[in-house]
């Protein structure tokens, strides 16, 4: 019975992953949410799932773009072979920020800042955000990715870093960084979705490595709810990356904004009030 639950808060938690990790509504913050509710034991292995099943998104992200990320595609003229290199270059660069301060800082963010009143406050904060660049849009001068010049993609990964507060949301941070850089919402959205790949998966690595050397090894059981929570998060991404781009094609990211703030009331109702 105890595994039957447990497989169940692992598809509720890899469902939550796959859709609030490309929305800019912090997926760590919704599934430390959730597992406050509900929760998936013991702390120390949650700790990992939370990351590790973010490789499923990262999954989806390759999938669907694996055409425009492999520079060796046969298909591809010498100058759009020119092109994906350098946009992995711009990611790469891009990324650095958050990668230096995520591992320094890893321990800290874990064992002081996953808090529920955390959460709230940065969910009602950047919400509060993104109503007001929605109201005060600014006009895009970088309408495709390929425009991105290297010192741009660096300033937005140092937006990524706020994302290492939880319930900032990685996305949403990103996404802000490009919008104020000048990028258009479809831009600042794609862009935010390769800057993940090797963020994602320099944390996964990392927390693996923490894990095994803090408690020895997964069990059958942790393994399998891994594996189960990886390729819920992977279906679900597919379908919440399309979405997203369909839906910031017509529209700005104001109702976002209020989401983020109505939950964030919420959060602190239901946990330190009510």
Not at 110 to 133: K, P, Q, R, W
Not at 169 to 174: C, H, I, K
Not at 198 to 227: D, E, R, W
Request: one cysteine or more; aromatic letters at 14%; proline letters at 4%.
């Amino acid at each position: 019975m105890s595994f039957i639950a447990d497989l169940i808060k692992t598809i509720f938690l890899g469902i939550i992953q796959g859709i609030t990790e490309w929305l800019p509504i912090s997926s760590t913050g919704h599934l430390i949410i959730f597992n406050s509710i509900w929760p998936l034991l013991p702390p120390e292995f949650f700790e990992v799932f939370k990351v590790v099943i973010q490789f499923g998104s990262i999954l989806a992200v390759c999938v669907l773009y694996f055409h425009r990320l492999n520079p060796w595609d046969k298909k591809k003229t010498p100058e759009k072979k020119k092109e994906t290199f350098e946009l992995w270059g711009k990611v790469i660069i891009g990324v650095i920020p958050a990668c230096i301060l995520g591992f320094l800082f890893d321990n800290i963010i874990e064992d002081y800042l996953s808090a529920n009143f955390v959460i709230a406050v940065t969910l009602i904060a950047y919400g509060i955000i993104f109503i007001v660049v929605s109201n005060h849009p600014k006009r895009p001068t970088i309408k495709h990715v390929k425009d991105l010049d290297y010192k741009t993609a660096f300033e937005i990964g140092c937006f990524q870093c706020l994302a290492l507060i939880p319930g900032t949301s990685r996305s949403g941070a990103t996404i802000l960084g490009g919008l104020y850089e000048g990028c258009s919402r479809t831009v600042a959205s794609e862009f935010s979705f390769f800057l993940a790949i090797p963020v994602m998966l320099g944390a996964s690595v990392l927390k693996i490595v923490k894990f095994l050397i803090g408690s020895g090894s997964f069990t059958g059981t942790q393994i399998i709810l891994l594996i189960v929570g990886t390729l819920v998060s992977f279906i679900v991404s597919m379908f919440s990356i399309r979405a997203l781009l369909n839906y910031v094609k017509k529209h700005d990211f104001r109702s976002f904004g209020i989401y983020r703030i109505v939950l964030g009331v919420i959060v602190i109702l239901l946990f330190y009030i009510l």
